[in-house]
Every structure is written in C-alpha cells, then in structure tokens.
DNA sequence: GTGTTTGCAAAGTGTTTGCAATTTA
DNA sequence: TAAATTGCAAACACTTTGCAAACAC
C-alpha cells in the first residue's frame, strides 16, 4: 500500500492553517510534497527539484524559507550530518538516524530501537532539549 | 593542574612524525595550538584566530588543509552540529557531546556516562562506523 | 486596502582549489 | 634538486537577505 499515515486525509491546507501559516500556493505544494508521501529526508535542492518536476513554480529562496518555517512551527525536523548541507525530516516523531556515507542518504531508525540506558546530567543551568544518536555507515568492506 | 595528558611530554613534532607527516613549521604550530592543551574543540577560523595571537603566521587556507589532514591520519575528530560550520575535536577516543545551542558551544560527555543498550542492524550490506550521540541543551528556562 | 509572501538578484558564510613561490628532505 | 607545502586570490556550495511586485484575507 502507498501511504496512509496517521492522520489518513492529511490535507495540507488543514495543516497550513493548524500552525497559522497562510496557506499560499507555495506553500501547499511544498506541504504536499513534503507530508504527503510518508517520512522522508530532503535538502532544499531537492526539494525544489521535486517541485519543478511536479510542474510546481517555486524559487530556491521560497523553499528554504518554508523549510525553515514549518521547522520553527514544528512539522518538519532539521538534521545536520554533513558539513555545508540540511536535511529536512518530515518524521517529527522522536527517532534516530543512520547516514550512509558512501551514498550520502539518511535513514530512519525507529525510536525503540535503541535503547540509552544512561545519559549524563546537563551542564550547570542547562537542560537537554533532545537526543540525537546519528549511527554511522559504510559499505561492509 | 593544567594538562597532563596521557602521553606526558606529548611533542608535536613526534606525533607529526608519527602519522607521516612533514613537520612543517606552520604544521608544528598548529599542532602545538591543537594538542599541547587538553582536549577541545575548534572550528577553522577560531585555530586561524588562535595562531595569530600566538604571532604564527599560517594561512587560513592552510589551517584548513592542515585539519583536514589531521582527521584524515586520525589525530582530530570532526564533528558536525551545525549548519555550514564544522567542529574539530582533539578528543578521538570514543565518547559523546552537548552541544550547547545558546552559546553555540560543543561539550565532551566521557564515553562512560552514556550506556547504549540496545542498537538496530545496519542496513543490508553496510556495516557501522561510528554511533554518535549528540545532547542538545538550552538554558533552563 | 493592508499586511504578508514571493522571486529575483545580490550578498554572505564557511570552505576548497589552482598555481606560483617557498620550503623540506 | 625533487617532491611536498604554503599563501594568495579566485572559485565554490549552500544559504540568507533586501526590496519591489504579487498575493491573501
């Protein structure tokens, strides 16, 4: 089956409108592309392909503004692995991730697949405000 | 007391010699700056400020060359938290980070306070080569 | 209408590279 | 002296910004 997630008529503009956004053309397509597929991990360039290959008129500038913003209101996650380049995570779940270093590609982890049993306390004055375990990889010599 | 490190008179020069390195006198610095005090972290232009104040004419060309040469013979780490700013760390034995994102500052975790207990299985075919984890933290509000 | 959003092009940041001059072995 | 390294400046990749035109409410 394709893609049924959580909330099966996940409606861009429903979603746009919940974190009050205004739902402009662009940004309902990019919030189509993006949630409308299942999780999935994108760089701006990529997504603007996305949306040039759905015929979807955006400039580079717009995306990478609407990445940032559905970040801010948090329906997308920001992942940085590699020096000079994001990812974008649609999956705002609690999760971990593994990169593929030769095919430079992130991969979800489920969150109950790993376990850490212990975590040390946050400096002085500070609190944790998320975990990320990146576990990384390479073709099996 | 100050640094006292594993290797006690550790000498620049000796451990460019070491990994194969020509012990030039702009290496030498570096080397000096980056390992003749305890374990840290530093991004390019910091090392680049560092050997100024400390009159070593280098390049900000060759402090990077001379990182990423460095890492490659294994005696700094890059760690990557940020969006187009990479962090070096003379720390390369196994351990984990805060990474502070108010002062945009990297804290080492000893490896000891943070027990993984359960992990997932690389993707088909691919093998890992590093778990990293990193504790982001925020004033306590 | 009024405030928001867009797109463009320019500017910015951190990093890499080509190459002649210099240094090291 | 042959090979490696340096520094400069130019080039780079990715990202952000200023601002006038277009759009949403």
Request: glycine share 4%; no cysteine; aromatic share 6%.
């Amino acid at each position: 089956m394709a893609s049924v997630q959580e909330r099966p008529f996940a409606d861009a503009l429903a979603r746009l409108k919940e974190v009050g956004l205004r739902p402009t053309r662009q940004r309902l397509a990019l919030a189509k592309l993006l949630f409308d597929k299942g999780d999935h991990h994108t760089t701006a360039e990529q997504l603007h392909a996305a949306a040039r290959a759905a015929d979807v008129k955006v400039s580079l500038a717009t995306v990478y503004n609407t990445l940032h913003q559905f970040k801010d209101v948090g329906i997308l996650r920001e992942v940085v692995v590699e020096p000079g380049r994001s990812y974008f995570d649609t999956n705002t779940r609690p999760h971990h991730h593994f990169f593929h270093e030769d095919d430079v590609r992130l991969i979800d982890i489920p969150d109950e697949a790993v376990e850490l049993s212990r975590l040390p306390e946050p400096p002085e004055g500070a609190e944790i405000s998320r975990v990320e375990v990146v576990i990384r990889v390479g073709a099996r010599r």
